[in-house]
């Protein structure tokens, strides 16, 4: 049947996409394309598509909806909302230097500064593609590091000789950085750049 076969067709660029917006447009474009192809009726219309795209089922109204929509403007796309941005500019601009001028600031406290939501911080952040990154130690070898695990392991093999119980004076630890005299706090050390 050729209606089968528009959906099916229309159907390649809606697999191919995982985003939402982007699978609502192609929802939108394959129920046009069935619905002025084919010229059938609205139900027949959501039978064939919901049987094509088990998981994104649509009714009547969303048909009805987008026919008009398309009927109107030509496209499937929403209009731009008209109004006042949620947010000015400056705004935008003074949250991304807040950021360069210090990256180990979170976002609550580059909120609370600016006026803002935690949330809008982070949506700027995310389209201006800062990025959060959390530091990670790791243990620098040096030329010199195999001789002196080699002396170690000699130097034990001694004590251990003289002392056989040595085992039970000796602290092991499993963290991978231990200061008696410092702090480091890996968990919560974070940079946005």
């Known amino acids: 049947m050729n209606l089968e076969k528009n959906i099916t067709d229309a159907g390649v660029e809606h697999d191919s996409r995982?985003?939402?917006r982007k699978q609502l447009k192609a929802?939108?474009?394959?129920?046009?394309?069935?619905?002025?192809g084919n010229k059938t009726r609205t139900q027949q219309v959501c039978n064939l598509f919901n049987a094509k795209?088990?998981?994104?089922?649509?009714?009547?109204s969303t048909v009805n909806k987008i026919e008009f929509k398309f009927r109107e403007t030509g496209d499937v796309k929403d209009l731009p909302k008209s109004g006042r941005p949620k947010i000015t500019q400056d705004k935008k601009i003074d949250i991304v230097l807040s950021m360069e001028e210090?990256?180990?600031s979170t976002s609550i406290l580059v909120a609370s500064e600016n006026e803002v939501s935690q949330t809008t911080v982070l949506c700027i952040l995310r389209k201006e593609n800062y990025h959060p990154y959390k530091f990670q130690l790791v243990q620098e070898l040096?030329?010199?590091d195999p001789d002196?695990?080699?002396q170690f392991c000699e130097t034990m093999m001694d004590l251990y000789q003289t002392n056989p119980n040595l085992h039970q004076?000796?602290?092991v630890s499993d963290e991978a950085t231990?200061?008696?005299n410092c702090t480091v706090t890996r968990q919560n050390c974070r940079v946005t750049n």
């Open 27 to 36: 929802k939108s474009i394959t129920v046009c394309q069935i619905r002025y």
């Open 142 to 144: 040096n030329e010199d």
């Open 169 to 171: 004076q000796i602290l």
């Open 178 to 180: 231990f200061c008696l």
């Open 18 to 20: 995982n985003a939402s």
């Open 102 to 104: 210090n990256p180990q």
């Open 148 to 150: 002196r695990r080699l």
């Open 53 to 60: 795209y088990l998981n994104n089922p649509i009714t009547q």
